[in-house]
C-alpha cells in the first residue's frame, strides 16, 4: 500500500511523507462498516469491494500524516472526486427517491 501510494504521488505531482506506522488498517471500513479483506495470493487480480485502500481526505495534500485513512475500496470508488456537497447531494436524491426499506416484523421467541 506504501510503495503503490508513492508511486501514485510521484505520477501525480503531489507530496509524499508516509510510513508504515502512519498507515493504520482497521478490521472493517470505516465508512460502509463492511470487513476489510487483503486480497494476498492467486484468485482474482485487483482489488475487491472491501479490499482496503489509502484515501487522501483531501487530494491535493497529498500523502501526507493526517490527510490520509484506509477505506475500502467500494467506499473509495464511490467517492472518487466527489466533493462533500455531491456526496451529500447524491445522498439526499436517492434517499428521496427510493422507495423506504421494506421492514419485516420479527416474531417473537415465543412465536417459534
Do not use: W
Not at 486480497?39 to 479490499?51: I, V
Amino acid at each position: 500500500m506504501l510503495v503503490a501510494a508513492r508511486s501514485r504521488a510521484k505520477s501525480s505531482g503531489v507530496p509524499f511523507d508516509l510510513t508504515v506506522g502512519d498507515i493504520v488498517i482497521p478490521e472493517t471500513c470505516p465508512v460502509l462498516g463492511i470487513p476489510l479483506v487483503s486480497a494476498a495470493g492467486g484468485g482474482k487480480r485487483g482489488p475487491r469491494p472491501n479490499s482496503p485502500t489509502l484515501d487522501r481526505l483531501d487530494p491535493a495534500r497529498g500523502y501526507v500524516p493526517g490527510n490520509v485513512v484506509v477505506v475500502s475500496f467500494r467506499a473509495n470508488r464511490a467517492k472518487n472526486d466527489l466533493s462533500l456537497g455531491e456526496i451529500e447531494a447524491l445522498a439526499a436524491f436517492y434517499a428521496r427517491v427510493l422507495p423506504p426499506p421494506k421492514h419485516r416484523k420479527l416474531r417473537s421467541c415465543s412465536e417459534h
